[in-house]
């Protein structure tokens, strides 16, 4: 039993039960208007009624239930529940979920009562890895469960839908089909060496491990795309005092977050805000433009500045263009050397006094955008290369598979080893065993994504990862 709706105050909040007692457990605790007890409801049918039971701390144990019908029906909430019976549930088992008002103490109490009638308070994760361990679902969809819910951007709701529709499992299982069947053609011959083949067919086997190679290849080229979406790109205003950081940084998130003023040195503390920037998540990060502290403050916001200019996927080097050239600018650019960068030449409402080409000198081949904060000129222009400078593919395609996970890019890395050692012992025309035993190799790796083979270990890691409920 756990509550699958989010702590706090709602409409609704759902406690769900799955398991063997499920149903009994509901019977001892759900008065149906009807007078039906929930195990007597059809499966995929909802029942209006009460919860009833005791509203003193739960005890556990049989005792409890003896107790409970000493002390009457105390109504604890009015509910609609719904059963699910095996196998057509989330878990494959027997399922209700009471739906209850979505108040802290409410569900607590249903769920205290469900514990004193025996339940067992389920782990983070649980009832999805029921469903796993139950042959419901594998554990890419297992975890694209996990996606849907921690999705930031549309985009990778979509990607993470079509794992959970079990695209991605298809095409590693396509894999997999691929290999074993090249993997059977190979144990035959080792075990029958008698057979051995020769050269021409050597050619063709080498050929069809290379195609499911590029296979693999291409799911671990989509990763990089996987990645940006799932955990959004760290992007690092930074530049001297009163350029415009924070204009900026509130011109990108459409709302006034940080505080603008005439006065340099404005912004201390660094400024975090995610926003959605064509589809893609981004964490935007104004920062102090301070060089010399003056006090403790200060000093501490010229290391938080200088950090995450360190740990930026992208640097928005912001340089006033209304100013002459300065000694600050120059420290700035000493800061983000090697960085990935976008100068965005500020204030181009104003007169330029800037010398563009000292600057691009110093900034060779950095890509520059003339932009105004203040009046919103180029905004979209800068939307438009703040995305191109991480995205590097045109258009995000969602319509097909994209690894995001680390798990299976691991898993895929090594499968791709595998096969290309299998390549190379076949180049080299070396023993057959050698090939055979890399294919059986990659093939071990794709299940380890699948979960056809999976420690118990691992399981409990990528489990204990859900919210409690799910
Ligand atoms: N004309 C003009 N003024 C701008 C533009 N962008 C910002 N300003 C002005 O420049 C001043 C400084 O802007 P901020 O956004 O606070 O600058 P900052 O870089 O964050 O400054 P610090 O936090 O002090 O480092 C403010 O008065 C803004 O209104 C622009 O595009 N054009
Ligand atoms: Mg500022």
């Given at each position: 039993v756990a509550v699958s709706t989010a702590l706090g105050y709602g409409g609704i909040g759902i406690v769900r039960l799955s398991g063997n007692n499920a149903l009994s457990i509901a019977d001892g605790m759900f008065m149906a208007k009807s007078k039906k007890?929930?195990?007597e409801f059809k499966s995929y049918t909802a029942h209006y009624g009460w919860v009833v039971g005791s509203r003193?701390?739960?005890v556990t144990g049989h005792q409890t239930k003896r107790k409970l019908r000493a002390t009457g029906n105390d109504i604890i909430d009015e509910a609609l529940v719904t059963v699910m019976r095996a196998p057509k549930s989330y878990t494959r088992q027997d399922m209700v979920e009471i739906n209850c008002h979505g108040g802290l103490v409410v569900l607590k109490t249903v769920l205290n009562l469900a514990v004193s009638l025996g339940a067992r308070l389920a782990e983070p994760g649980e009832f999805t890895k029921r469903a796993f361990l139950n042959g419901r679902i594998d554990l890419t969809q297992a975890e694209a469960v996990l996606d849907i819910i921690r999705a930031k951007t549309d985009a990778f709701l979509k990607v993470s839908l079509n794992q959970l529709k079990g695209d991605l499992t298809l095409e590693l299982e396509n894999i997999r089909e691929y290999l074993m069947g090249i993997y059977v053609e190979l144990e035959a011959v080792v075990n029958f060496p008698e057979d051995e083949i020769d050269a021409s067919p050597r050619r063709q086997l080498l050929n069809r491990i290379r195609k499911a190679q590029e296979r693999i290849e291409k799911l671990l080229a989509s990763s990089e795309q996987g990645k940006i979406l799932k955990e959004g790109i760290k992007v690092v205003i930074c530049g001297r005092p009163n350029v415009g950081k924070s204009s900026l940084l509130n011109v990108l998130l459409k709302q006034p977050r940080a505080i603008v003023t005439e006065i340099a040195g404005t912004t201390r503390d660094t400024i975090e805000?995610?926003?959605q920037i064509r589809g893609i998540p981004?964490?935007?990060?104004?920062?102090a433009g301070i060089l010399e502290p003056r006090d403790s403050i200060e000093r501490e916001a010229v290391k938080r500045?200088?950090?995450?200019?360190?740990n930026a996927d992208l640097v928005l080097f912001v340089i006033d263009i209304h100013e002459k050239f300065s000694a600050k600018d120059k420290e700035f650019i000493d800061r983000i050397k090697g960085k990935n960068v976008l100068v965005v030449l500020n204030k181009c409402d104003l007169a330029a006094k800037l010398d563009l080409r000292k600057i691009t000198a110093l900034l060779k081949g950095r890509k520059m955008i003339k932009v105004s904060a203040l009046k919103r000129i180029a905004i979209d222009a800068l939307e438009k290369e703040i995305v191109k400078s991480v995205w590097k593919s045109k258009d995000i395609d969602?319509?097909?598979?994209?690894i995001s996970n680390t798990r299976h890019i691991y898993a895929l890395k090594e499968c791709g080893l595998n096969l290309q050692e299998a390549e190379g012992a076949l180049g080299k025309n070396m023993p057959l065993e050698l090939v055979s035993e890399g294919v059986k190799a990659a093939v071990s790796h794709l299940d380890e994504i699948t979960g056809r083979s999976v420690s118990a270990d691992l399981l409990s890691r990528i489990f204990s990862e859900f919210c409690i409920g799910k």
């Amino acid at each position: 039993v756990a509550v699958s709706t989010a702590l706090g105050y709602g409409g609704i909040g759902i406690v769900r039960l799955s398991g063997n007692n499920a149903l009994s457990i509901a019977d001892g605790m759900f008065m149906a208007k009807s007078k039906k007890k929930p195990s007597e409801f059809k499966s995929y049918t909802a029942h209006y009624g009460w919860v009833v039971g005791s509203r003193r701390s739960p005890v556990t144990g049989h005792q409890t239930k003896r107790k409970l019908r000493a002390t009457g029906n105390d109504i604890i909430d009015e509910a609609l529940v719904t059963v699910m019976r095996a196998p057509k549930s989330y878990t494959r088992q027997d399922m209700v979920e009471i739906n209850c008002h979505g108040g802290l103490v409410v569900l607590k109490t249903v769920l205290n009562l469900a514990v004193s009638l025996g339940a067992r308070l389920a782990e983070p994760g649980e009832f999805t890895k029921r469903a796993f361990l139950n042959g419901r679902i594998d554990l890419t969809q297992a975890e694209a469960v996990l996606d849907i819910i921690r999705a930031k951007t549309d985009a990778f709701l979509k990607v993470s839908l079509n794992q959970l529709k079990g695209d991605l499992t298809l095409e590693l299982e396509n894999i997999r089909e691929y290999l074993m069947g090249i993997y059977v053609e190979l144990e035959a011959v080792v075990n029958f060496p008698e057979d051995e083949i020769d050269a021409s067919p050597r050619r063709q086997l080498l050929n069809r491990i290379r195609k499911a190679q590029e296979r693999i290849e291409k799911l671990l080229a989509s990763s990089e795309q996987g990645k940006i979406l799932k955990e959004g790109i760290k992007v690092v205003i930074c530049g001297r005092p009163n350029v415009g950081k924070s204009s900026l940084l509130n011109v990108l998130l459409k709302q006034p977050r940080a505080i603008v003023t005439e006065i340099a040195g404005t912004t201390r503390d660094t400024i975090e805000e995610t926003a959605q920037i064509r589809g893609i998540p981004f964490q935007l990060i104004d920062t102090a433009g301070i060089l010399e502290p003056r006090d403790s403050i200060e000093r501490e916001a010229v290391k938080r500045s200088r950090l995450h200019i360190e740990n930026a996927d992208l640097v928005l080097f912001v340089i006033d263009i209304h100013e002459k050239f300065s000694a600050k600018d120059k420290e700035f650019i000493d800061r983000i050397k090697g960085k990935n960068v976008l100068v965005v030449l500020n204030k181009c409402d104003l007169a330029a006094k800037l010398d563009l080409r000292k600057i691009t000198a110093l900034l060779k081949g950095r890509k520059m955008i003339k932009v105004s904060a203040l009046k919103r000129i180029a905004i979209d222009a800068l939307e438009k290369e703040i995305v191109k400078s991480v995205w590097k593919s045109k258009d995000i395609d969602t319509a097909g598979i994209l690894i995001s996970n680390t798990r299976h890019i691991y898993a895929l890395k090594e499968c791709g080893l595998n096969l290309q050692e299998a390549e190379g012992a076949l180049g080299k025309n070396m023993p057959l065993e050698l090939v055979s035993e890399g294919v059986k190799a990659a093939v071990s790796h794709l299940d380890e994504i699948t979960g056809r083979s999976v420690s118990a270990d691992l399981l409990s890691r990528i489990f204990s990862e859900f919210c409690i409920g799910k």
